[in-house]
């Protein structure tokens, strides 16, 4: 783990924290964990649900884009959406462009609420799975980037049905190239007891 020292830089208060990982790594295991050692979590992936089920604008918006078959009955088809957007890079730019400042407006009220809790978390932190590829690191106090051995990610990906194949065809960096950019690597092999171990270092250091 990176960051041996209490990070000079981040001012009193509530660090924003970044966290990410490759696909199968355990971000979302990682990010429950964090909220059990008193961290205020947000997962930018559930944020971009609620707008795709709740904000009429962006429903209409890629309607008009590609179609009624993008939204059957009125309900958004992530999938069919995906299908469309990385199919292209203009395509993703434009829905990039129209979802990036939507979920930024959803992080902004949640960190600004978060930091006005009583008692004070340890920290915020967004689980972002691609915070790197899209250069928002800096927008945060720290970033942590979950990683773990090859043949266990391929095996949680799989129980998903998911492939790790389709992480390198969506443009994400290596995990080891996410772990070179991050403020904290964690590895996530072993037990939940040893993960939260490692994470509640991370969480010190954030506030030493």
């Given at each position: 783990?990176?960051?041996?020292?209490?990070?000079?830089?981040?001012?009193?208060?509530?660090?924003?924290?970044?966290?990410?990982?490759?696909?199968?790594?355990?971000?979302s295991t990682a990010l429950a964990a964090l909220?059990?050692?008193?961290?205020?979590?947000?997962?930018?992936?559930?944020?971009?649900?609620?707008?795709?089920?709740?904000?009429?604008r962006l429903r209409e918006a890629v309607v008009?884009?590609?179609?009624?078959?993008?939204?059957?009955?009125?309900?958004?088809?992530?999938?069919?959406?995906?299908?469309?957007?990385?199919?292209?890079?203009?395509?993703?730019?434009?829905?990039?462009?129209?979802?990036?400042?939507?979920?930024?407006?959803?992080?902004?009220?949640?960190?600004?609420?978060?930091?006005?809790?009583?008692?004070?978390?340890?920290?915020a932190v967004v689980e972002v799975p691609m915070?790197?590829?899209?250069?928002?690191?800096?927008?945060?106090?720290?970033?942590?980037?979950?990683?773990?051995?090859?043949?266990?990610?391929?095996?949680?990906?799989?129980?998903?049905?998911?492939?790790?194949?389709?992480?390198?065809?969506?443009?994400?960096?290596?995990?080891?190239?996410?772990?070179?950019?991050?403020?904290?690597?964690?590895?996530?092999?072993?037990?939940?007891?040893?993960?939260?171990?490692?994470?509640?270092?991370?969480?010190?250091?954030?506030?030493?």
């Open positions: 783990m990176q960051s041996e020292e209490p990070l000079a830089g981040i001012e009193p208060g509530v660090p924003l924290v970044g966290l990410t990982g490759g696909m199968g790594a355990g971000k909220e059990r050692l008193g961290a205020e979590v947000l997962s930018t992936d559930s944020v971009v649900h609620e707008l795709y089920a709740g904000d009429e008009g884009r590609w179609g009624a078959e993008v939204a059957p009955g009125g309900v958004v088809d992530r999938g069919a959406i995906a299908r469309r957007a990385f199919a292209d890079d203009g395509e993703r730019r434009w829905l990039e462009g129209l979802l990036w400042p939507l979920v930024g407006e959803r992080v902004w009220t949640w960190l600004t609420q978060a930091r006005a809790r009583r008692p004070t978390p340890r920290a915070l790197f590829e899209a250069g928002m690191e800096e927008l945060y106090d720290a970033t942590i980037a979950v990683v773990a051995q090859e043949d266990l990610r391929q095996e949680r990906a799989a129980g998903r049905g998911h492939e790790l194949q389709a992480e390198r065809s969506a443009r994400q960096l290596s995990q080891e190239e996410k772990a070179r950019r991050a403020t904290f690597t964690v590895r996530n092999d072993g037990t939940m007891e040893e993960l939260e171990r490692k994470l509640s270092e991370v969480l010190e250091k954030l506030s030493g």
